[in-house]
């Protein structure tokens, strides 16, 4: 059941992906999408309940939004980094707590942190995220918990678990 | 709408050229992989925002449509894949570091 599914899943993917109808490339999309299902189905989700939680989208879409303006935010910031003369830059690896539990969420909330305004995440090792940030505003770890990964959490805990 | 497609296409750019200055003048792996991910993932999310918007909702603008969330994915992925196996490898941060909280955590 899981390896039909992502086989349709890639399948489709791959029709999109090459917009054309011939022969040759449907052939080809269902021997990728085959091998695809073989290797990934085990890793395929194991209820599908949450999918058809239908305020689990609604947050997913807010979640977009305030994700791709955070987006904009860090790349003003990085630019404006690199383009001041005196480049104002005080780098170091810091360690935040998480309060999510699945690994689904986990790797998300890593992904945007990666994403957001000087940071990048290092590592996870149990609950707590190692990450390297380009400006250390303050030693206080709850202050700069609630810079990092607070703006995250709260939406990502509505959408994944 | 082309109007609006280069406006996207140029503002990429720039950001693309942001990213490479700063890959050149920030000091260590770390901050670079900074100016690196994030100005040149957005840069480039830019340009392909101009791409579909240029071409209209044919197969070049789906295929931007797909690139964009892998090239998310991908960027953020390769990022973390890169500092931490920097980290392992053994590479310093550089002087005006301020902070290591990973240095006594044992790696895996």
């Known amino acids: 059941m899981k ?9 489709i993917f791959w029709l999109f992906l090459t917009f054309s109808l011939d ?4 052939i080809i999309g269902v021997v990728a999408s085959i091998i695809t299902a073989f290797i990934f ?9 949450p999918f058809l939680q239908p305020q689990r989208y609604f947050w997913l879409i807010v979640y977009l939004f305030i994700f791709t303006w955070e987006c904009i935010k860090a790349n003003f910031d990085v630019a404006y980094r690199v383009l001041h003369p005196a480049m104002p830059i005080k780098p170091g690896i810091v360690k935040v707590k998480l309060g999510l539990k699945t690994n689904i969420a986990k790797t998300i909330l890593a ?3 990666t994403m957001t305004p000087g940071t990048i995440s290092v590592d996870i090792i149990g609950d707590e995220i190692y990450v390297h940030w380009i400006y250390v505003y303050s030693e206080n770890p709850e202050e700069y918990s609630q810079r990092i990964s607070g703006r995250f959490e709260k939406y990502i805990k509505k959408i994944f678990e | 709408m082309e109007t609006i497609g280069f406006i996207f296409i140029c503002t990429g750019i720039l950001f693309n050229l942001f990213g490479c200055i700063g890959l050149i003048r920030l000091p260590d792996v770390y901050n670079r992989l900074q100016s690196a991910t994030k100005c040149v993932t957005l840069g480039t999310c830019s340009i392909l925002a101009g791409v579909i918007f240029y071409y209209g909702f044919n197969d070049a603008g789906f295929k931007a449509i797909i690139a964009i969330p892998l090239l998310f994915f ?3 992925v390769a990022a973390h894949a890169l500092v931490k196996g920097a980290y392992i490898f053994g590479v310093k941060l550089g002087d005006k570091s301020v902070k290591d909280d990973y240095k006594d955590v044992p790696k895996s």
Do not use: E, H, M, W
């Not at chain 1, 390896?3 to 399948?11: D, E, G, M, Q, T």
């Open chain 2, 74 to 76: 991908a960027a953020t």
């Open chain 1, 23 to 26: 022969l040759s490339n449907i």
């Open chain 1, 111 to 113: 992904n945007s942190i």
């Open chain 1, 41 to 49: 189905g085990r890793y395929f989700l194991k209820d599908v309940i």
């Open chain 1, 3 to 11: 390896y039909i599914a992502i086989f349709i899943l890639s399948f």
